[in-house]
């Protein structure tokens, strides 16, 4: 990536975590465009150029890091089996990024309750799951480049992509509503991938509960 790319990305980074930061602190209606861009550095117009709402802006925070775990997968030894591949991968994207160490959250009680608020915001959701049409696209031509497998005509990538980013999912809805900084994410995301290389057996001691 040139320099010209790198300060595109830093812009982008910067006005995403700027939405997410501002939005959980006032509210998804308490919150302007201009707003974002100057909390970043930069104008509402240069804020048009990169997202086309606030929204778009919240959700891309969530397809970079997706998008990070599939190039990350492509780096992987090819000799590395897949699910553990896929373990280190996703462990890539984490850890505090200079935007965030910049501007950490101040409370992590009020922190965690305005991030449930914002991924309840209609738009967020739609734009959400938009961008998580994307990763998941970018996530199958990953392990399709893995496995030999066709990301187009073969089942087995689209499944893989599938699982891995309902894993994220939940893993971000049972950290919310347990109270928990997303910072535990890693660790929980890790343990679910983990569980579903092990073919996501039963708890210990749920065994015969539905007979």
């Given at each position: 990536?040139?320099?010209?790319?790198?300060?595109?990305?830093?812009?982008?980074?910067?006005?995403?975590?700027?939405?997410?930061?501002?939005?959980?602190?006032?509210?998804?209606?308490?919150?302007?465009?201009?707003?974002?861009?100057?909390?970043?550095?930069?104008?509402?117009?240069?804020?048009?150029?990169?997202?086309?709402?606030?929204?778009?802006?919240?959700?891309?925070?969530?397809?970079?890091?997706?998008?990070?775990?599939?190039?990350?997968?492509?780096?992987?030894?090819?000799?590395?089996?897949?699910?553990?591949?896929?373990?280190?991968?996703?462990?890539?994207?984490?850890?505090?990024?200079?935007?965030?160490?910049?501007?950490?959250?101040?409370?992590?009680e009020a922190w965690v309750a305005g991030?449930?608020?914002?991924?309840?915001?209609?738009?967020?959701?739609?734009?959400?799951?938009?961008?998580?049409?994307?990763?998941?696209?970018?996530?199958?031509?990953?392990?399709?480049?893995?496995?030999?497998?066709?990301?187009?005509?073969?089942?087995?990538?689209?499944?893989?992509?599938?699982?891995?980013?309902?894993?994220?999912?939940?893993?971000?809805?049972?950290?919310?509503?347990?109270?928990?900084?997303?910072?535990?994410?890693?660790?929980q995301l890790v343990t679910a991938l983990?569980?579903?290389?092990?073919?996501?057996?039963?708890?210990?001691?749920?065994?015969?509960?539905?007979?």
């Amino acid at each position: 990536m040139g320099l010209r790319e790198r300060k595109k990305q830093a812009t982008r980074t910067a006005l995403s975590w700027a939405a997410i930061r501002l939005i959980v602190e006032r509210g998804y209606d308490g919150v302007l465009v201009e707003d974002i861009a100057a909390e970043a550095g930069v104008s509402a117009r240069t804020f048009n150029n990169y997202f086309s709402s606030k929204a778009e802006a919240v959700a891309s925070r969530h397809l970079d890091r997706c998008l990070q775990v599939a190039s990350a997968l492509r780096e992987r030894p090819a000799a590395e089996p897949l699910w553990e591949a896929i373990s280190q991968a996703v462990m890539a994207p984490f850890g505090p990024p200079p935007e965030v160490a910049a501007h950490p959250p101040r409370d992590a009680e009020a922190w965690v309750a305005g991030l449930r608020l914002m991924l309840a915001v209609p738009a967020i959701q739609a734009e959400t799951l938009r961008a998580s049409a994307d990763a998941e696209a970018a996530l199958a031509a990953a392990v399709a480049a893995r496995t030999a497998t066709d990301p187009e005509s073969d089942l087995y990538p689209k499944l893989v992509a599938a699982i891995v980013m309902a894993a994220t999912t939940a893993a971000t809805k049972h950290l919310l509503s347990a109270g928990c900084h997303l910072t535990e994410m890693k660790p929980q995301l890790v343990t679910a991938l983990q569980q579903i290389a092990a073919g996501l057996p039963e708890p210990p001691g749920t065994s015969g509960h539905g007979d």
